[in-house]
């Protein structure tokens, strides 16, 4: 019986195949389908299939390819379109078009029909601020900041990975929908269908990959600045939490605790004892996390080892050098290097280097930090990675670089891994990736944009995320407006899966472009007011936690984030698909987090389909309708459905 659907004209050939549920695999390529390219699919498992001439269908899911050539996809129940095939053009080019690159290479296009009510999600992150993709035109290159994750789930009742690492674009235009990949040997994707949006990233997480369980120390307060410069300064900052009786759990060493980019290695002399320091913080519940780069400096013990192993990224013209940044005792900026994330022997000598001075020392969180990697300028043409022409696969890097690291840890016997990295791609989250939001101001109008990043994070298969509380491009700590900036970014950041206080404070100290060290950033630093509704705010997510953990928990099966959308819960409340200045954390909290400076009171949609309590009043309220409350600075206006209870309110000890 045939399991697979074939089209061929000429030397263009298509296969349709089941991988998965509801799912299939659609590849298209000039005289053959190839099976060894990079992309982010896991092996299926087996579902039942019919092929009937032109006509696949598995389970809600019917694909049909007429004599042209033409693919659409339906849903079997309904018969309802999901996905169709439009050419640009009644001659040429056609919905898929192959342009010759070169050596085996093509630019190809893949173009669908376009709708005007359809909402697109997912895709990533992206600063651009807006929730709903529709109308957008999005690179797909990695960026610090601009994270590509080429799934996007659509109100139409599908979602679709592109499944090429390849540099490109994708356009959600009034007159089509065209993904491109600016050079690659055949185009791949994915599609899956459902009856709600959560059956879509369930489909998602099988086919790419579940996140782990994460871990228990994980959860709690991160502190975090640009940068802790010695030992004793970070412990005698991890020291006065304790004295003040604030909770943490992990506190971090940013980068230049080198003497060169590429050491992998302390520099002793501001940092004495790292064994020690680890066991200090650890006996009293706090983890270290340490901040890792990619990029080999020429000045490092390494490169050279490392160069002529073939273990570096190579360019296609000129040096094999991808960045310029200042290193050793001199002002100006040099030529660096990337570590080949792609080559697995590259990915065991950074091990090797990790384990040797960091993990010996009790070190089990690493901060993948410019993990892009950050190439200035950006030139992917040029690169040449041991997967592939940077053309091909340069998207993959962060994922393979998350995947070194976790695959080391869990061969040493760890069972709980996560890596804070810039950057993902598809199935970053089997690796433990935890993505954070990248370099972005301190301003309110980036905080609302991470809100809309955070939705569309969630609706990429990446359950952990976060941000920089406060915004890492400067803010002053004693400047009022930044402190009413930092309080509603810390009511935001308590209700995201990691809770984290990173920036570049002012004053700042820089040289040749790069921040050195910048002003204070513990919870102390704000100011009295501040310091009063960070602290409350920091113990109601100390209470939260168990219910965050066992959200996850459930997440790791049905692929659920723990950030979630309205419409991932109430898909049939047609008002949930264009809310995107709130989230629900877990099932059973309604989080509306205040985004405008001066506000006091905020509007807030309750979705159609359950009961809302306002946490402050206790009114509760019938879905399906938008209240007005109040939310003075030290609040944020918190809902719970139905008959949840959850400890919002401190407790008699607190009070």
């Known amino acids: 019986m045939a399991t697979r659907l074939i089209w061929q004209r000429g030397h263009h050939v298509l296969a349709v195949e089941p991988w998965g549920e509801d799912s299939v695999r659609v590849r298209a390529g000039m005289h053959a389908i190839r099976d060894d390219l990079p992309g982010a699919l896991l092996p299926p498992s087996p579902v039942d299939c019919t092929v009937d001439g032109q006509t696949l269908v598995n389970g809600r899911l019917r694909v049909s390819v007429d004599d042209d050539g033409l693919l659409t996809a339906a849903r079997t129940d309904t018969g309802e379109e999901l996905l169709r095939e439009e050419p ?49 035109v999005l690179d797909l290159q990695q960026r ?35 993904w491109v990949a600016d050079r690659a040997r055949q185009l791949d994707y994915w599609l899956t269908t459902g009856e709600t949006p959560a ?9 790419t990959g579940h996140a782990p369980r994460l871990p228990g120390w994980a959860s709690g307060f991160w502190q975090s600045k640009l940068r802790y410069r010695t030992q004793d300064e970070l412990l005698a900052v991890a020291a006065e939490y304790a004295r003040r009786g604030l909770p943490l759990s992990v506190i971090v060493v940013d980068y230049l605790h080198w003497k060169h980019l590429g050491d992998w290695l302390w520099d002793a002399e501001d940092w004495p004892d790292p064994r020690a320091m680890v066991e200090t913080l650890r006996g009293n519940g ?25 273990l570096l990224v190579a360019t296609e013209d000129g040096a094999a050098v991808q960045a310029e940044w200042p290193d050793g005792d001199g002002e100006s900026p040099i030529g660096v290097a990337f570590y080949d994330a792609t080559d697995p022997r590259a990915r065991s000598y950074l091990w090797e280097l990790l384990h040797e001075h960091y993990y010996k020392a009790g070190v089990r969180a690493f901060w993948l930090d410019a993990c892009e990697p950050e190439t200035r300028p950006g030139q992917p043409h040029n690169l ?24 080391h840890l869990v061969a040493h016997g760890e069972t709980e891994v996560l890596s804070l990295v810039r950057s993902a791609w598809a199935g970053s989250q089997r690796f433990g990736a935890a993505l954070w939001s990248g370099d972005i101001p301190a301003t309110f109008a980036a905080l609302a944009a991470s809100v809309r990043a955070g939705l569309n994070v969630a609706l990429s298969g990446i359950p952990w995320w976060t941000t920089d509380i406060g915004g890492f491009h400067g803010g002053d700590p004693d400047d009022p407006a930044f402190r009413e900036l930092v309080v509603r970014w810390f009511q935001f950041g308590a209700f995201c899966p990691l809770f984290r206080l990173h920036g570049h404070r002012e004053p700042r100290a820089a040289r040749a ?32 936690r168990p219910y965050l953990h066992e959200q996850l928990r459930q997440g790791e099966t049905t692929g659920l984030p723990l950030m979630r959308p309205l419409l991932l819960e109430f898909p049939g409340d047609p008002a949930a698909w264009d809310v995107d200045d709130q989230f629900l954390f877990g099932r059973d909290l309604l989080v509306a987090p205040v985004l405008s400076p001066g506000a006091v009171r905020r509007e807030v949609y309750l979705p159609d389909g359950a009961a809302w309590t306002h946490t402050d009043t206790g009114t509760t309220y019938s879905g399906g309708t938008s209240v007005t409350v109040d939310a003075p600075l030290d609040r944020i206006p918190l809902f719970l459905r139905d008959e949840a209870r959850l400890p919002i309110a401190p407790s008699a000890l607190e009070e």
């Open 88 to 136: 640009a053009h009644f001659w040429w080019p056609g919905p898929r078009h192959f342009e010759s690159a070169g050596h085996g290479t093509y630019r190809i296009e893949q173009r669908f029909a376009a709708h005007d009510d359809e909402r697109v999600y997912g895709l990533g992150q992206h600063g651009h601020g807006r929730f709903d993709q529709k109308g957008m």
């Open 144 to 178: 610090n900041g601009e994270v590509t994750i080429p799934f996007a789930v659509s109100s139409r009742g599908y979602g679709l990975l592109w499944n090429t690492p390849a540099v490109g674009r994708v356009e959600f235009a009034v007159n089509g929908t065209r």
């Open 199 to 207: 059956d879509i990233l369930r489909h998602y997480a099988d086919a």
């Open 286 to 310: 706090v983890e270290l996390a340490v901040s890792v780069w990619p990029s080999v400096s020429p000045l490092s013990a390494n490169y050279a080892p490392m160069r002529a192993a073939g």
């Open 384 to 407: 040449r990675y041991a997967a592939g022409p940077g053309s091909e696969v340069a998207n993959l890097y962060p994922r393979e670089h998350a995947r070194g690291v976790y695959e």
């Open 513 to 544: 472009g790069v921040g050195v060290s910048g002003g204070p950033n513990e919870v102390w630093s704000f100011g009295p007011e501040a310091y009063a509704a960070v602290t409350a705010v920091m113990h109601l997510r100390e209470r939260l």
